[in-house]
């Protein structure tokens, strides 16, 4: 059983479309990360939130994480071919030692 | 500088031989973990070093051994593996567990048992 689950599994979109991934467990974490991997490559950080209802923003995507600390999302606008990857949420459990929990990962696609 | 590098980009070896994977940060991070991932999977945590100590080993079979010469440095090696065990590994660093969660993962290793 995933602590984390990862929803949708699977996204298919067009060039300039949005996307909404969602991230839940009924864990708290005290913070959660959020990476992008390419075929063949590792995994890249994209951005960590710690406190709850915090929001940011890294150019198109913005990054919320829930106000309980259990749950987080990543909305992508106007998504472009480059934003194709693998999208995996990790967190990190409250006196976990820092070990990280990941979800089973959304693969997005974006076609021109 | 983010940068974790990991060496041999791809391997390939049979089943009776010993090989070993790589793994390199200049961040000053004390913190170094081993992950095995399988294709269309989540990253699986292997083994985890801090201060240079091995802190968390995940019932990792003993045909993977794990060795950190120096807080720089982390390898993996590899004895009498099983077609199983071809995968992506992946090497990834963080600050120090007490201070930084955040943990940035090298390209990783292919390997193929054959």
């Known amino acids: 059983t995933q602590l984390l689950e990862q929803s949708p599994q699977f996204l298919s979109i067009q060039e300039g479309e949005n996307l909404t991934v969602y991230c839940n467990s009924s864990?708290?974490?005290?913070?959660l990360q959020w990476y992008r991997q390419e075929p063949g490559e590792g995994p890249v950080l994209l951005v960590t939130?710690?406190?709850?209802?915090e929001v940011k923003k890294l150019k198109r995507l913005t990054f919320q994480f829930g106000d309980a600390r259990k749950d987080s999302s990543l909305h992508i606008t106007a998504a472009q071919p480059g934003d194709t990857g693998l999208y995996l949420c990790?967190?990190?459990?409250?006196?976990?030692?820092?070990?990280?929990?990941f979800g089973a990962g959304t693969q997005v696609v974006v076609t021109p | 500088d983010t940068e974790v590098t990991q060496t041999p980009k791809h391997l390939v070896m049979g089943m009776t031989n010993k090989k070993s994977l790589k793994c390199e940060q200049h961040m000053g991070h004390r913190a170094m973990y081993w992950y095995k991932q399988k294709a269309k999977k989540p990253p699986e945590l292997m083994f985890v070093?801090?201060?240079?100590?091995?802190?968390i080993n995940e019932s990792v079979p003993s045909r993977f051994s794990p060795e950190c010469p120096n807080s720089s440095l982390l390898n993996l090696h590899l004895h009498a593996l099983q077609p199983e065990d071809s995968a992506l590994y992946l090497c990834?660093?963080?600050?120090?567990?007490?201070?930084?969660?955040?943990?940035?993962f090298g390209p990783g290793t292919r390997l193929t048992v054959t």
């Open positions: 864990s708290v974490f005290s913070s």
């Open positions: 990834a660093s963080s600050q120090d567990p007490g201070i930084s969660y955040e943990q940035y």
């Open positions: 070093y801090s201060y240079e100590k091995l802190s």
């Open positions: 990790a967190g990190v459990e409250t006196d976990s030692w820092g070990k990280l929990q």
């Open positions: 939130v710690v406190t709850g209802g």
